[in-house]
C-alpha cells in the first residue's frame, strides 16, 4: 500500500511531461484527424500547439506551416477574416522584430509576397525589411 502511495504521485507528476512532450508528428496526426472528422475548430487548436511548440525550438517550418494553415481554415470557416488573418501577421512580425530577428525575416518575406500580389501593396518594404541582415540570414540552416 505504501509503495501504491509512492507511486501515484510519481505517475501524475510525469504525466504532464508526456503531455508536453508531444512531437510533430503526434500533433499533426491531430490536425489530420480533426480535419477528417471536419472539426476545424479542434485542427486550429492543435496547429496552435505546434506554434507554440516550434516558435519554442526555433523550427521555423513548422512554425509556419502550422501557422498558415490555421489562418487558411479559419477564412474557410470565417471568410470576411481574411484581413484579420493578416493583421495577425503583421502583429507577429514586429513582435518577432524585437525577440527574434530571423523569425522577423522570414514574416516580413511572406508579407511582402502577399503585398506583391496587391495594387496599393508595399511589398518592397517588407523584403527589405526582410533582407536588412543579410549574414544573420547566412549563418541559419534551412
Known amino acids: 500500500m ?3 502511495l509512492v507511486f501515484i504521485p510519481l505517475i501524475l ?17 491531430q490536425v489530420e484527424a480533426a480535419g477528417r472528422k471536419d472539426l476545424p475548430k479542434t485542427a486550429i487548436v ?9 516558435q519554442r525550438e526555433k523550427a521555423y ?3 509556419l506551416a502550422a501557422n498558415f494553415l490555421a489562418s487558411s481554415i479559419q477564412t474557410q470557416i470565417s ?7 493578416l493583421n495577425k501577421l503583421k502583429v507577429k512580425a514586429r513582435e518577432a522584430e524585437r525577440k527574434d530577428e530571423v523569425l522577423s525575416a522570414i514574416y516580413n518575406c511572406v508579407l511582402g509576397w502577399i503585398e506583391q500580389g496587391k495594387s496599393d501593396g508595399n511589398s518592397a518594404e517588407y523584403f527589405k525589411k526582410a533582407l536588412s541582415n543579410p549574414s544573420l540570414l547566412a549563418r541559419q540552416s534551412c
Open 46 to 54: 492543435s496547429l496552435r500547439k505546434i506554434e507554440k511548440k516550434a
Open 13 to 29: 507528476l510525469l504525466f504532464p511531461m508526456k503531455i508536453a512532450a508531444q512531437s510533430y508528428d503526434e500533433l499533426w496526426k
Open 61 to 63: 517550418g513548422q512554425l
Open 2 to 4: 505504501k509503495k501504491l
Open 79 to 85: 471568410p470576411d477574416s481574411m484581413d484579420v488573418e
